[in-house]
């Protein structure tokens, strides 16, 4: 079984903008290649998991959302860090009825654990809000990371193992085993 890097899109990837669908105004975190780079040599899938209620408010498509999902891959691509999969929540509870994968709802985690054949509990997550950190405890992530690069945090309040300053600190928070079963499957 493969183990991921989870990460949120907005305020851990690229700068938080409201509800961003611009290739434009996408401004990729300073970090965030070299983070993916470093668990990728590790052995980890990079997966993005994003809510993205901007849809179901109308304010942009899906189509505008895979526009930019595709180019931001290929951003990607040209550090060579492979974008295993991009899952996202088109919906929002004003809109839809409730459904599974909007965070802290764990449904796109579960798709992306039986869709890559991931084991979980091996698995890292980073997010700039606590609904993030929920999802990831919820579906048996045990390594999960609260970042102040996005939304406004209450760290006293936070279930997060650590909170960090941004993506470009994680390597250095994170506990890897040296080797585990997993590695050796
Ligand atoms: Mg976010
Ligand atoms: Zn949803």
């Not at 579906?139 to 960090?164: C, M, P, Y």
């Amino acid at each position: 079984m493969k183990k991921a890097l989870f990460l949120d899109r907005d305020g851990v990837v690229n700068k938080e903008k409201h509800y961003l669908y611009k290739i434009e105004e996408f401004e990729f975190i300073h970090g965030v290649f070299e983070t993916c780079s470093f668990f990728q040599n590790k052995g980890f899938q990079i997966v993005i998991i994003t809510n993205q209620a901007g849809i179901a408010k109308g304010l942009y498509t899906e189509k505008e959302f895979n526009t930019l999902t595709q180019w931001m891959i290929s951003e990607f691509d040209k550090q060579e860090v492979i974008i295993s999969k991009v899952y996202h929540c088109p919906h929002h509870p004003d809109f839809n009825a409730p459904c599974q994968c909007r965070k802290p709802e764990t449904g796109m985690l579960l798709k992306a654990e039986v869709e890559l054949n991931l084991n979980l509990s091996e698995s890292i997550l980073i997010g700039d809000k606590e609904t993030d950190i929920k999802a990831g405890i919820n579906a048996g992530i045990r390594q999960n990371f609260l970042v102040r690069s996005g939304h406004s945090i209450d760290e006293t309040a936070s279930q997060a193992n650590q909170i960090i300053n941004s993506i470009s600190d994680l390597p250095e928070h994170v506990k890897l085993s040296s080797c585990t079963d997993s590695d050796l499957i």
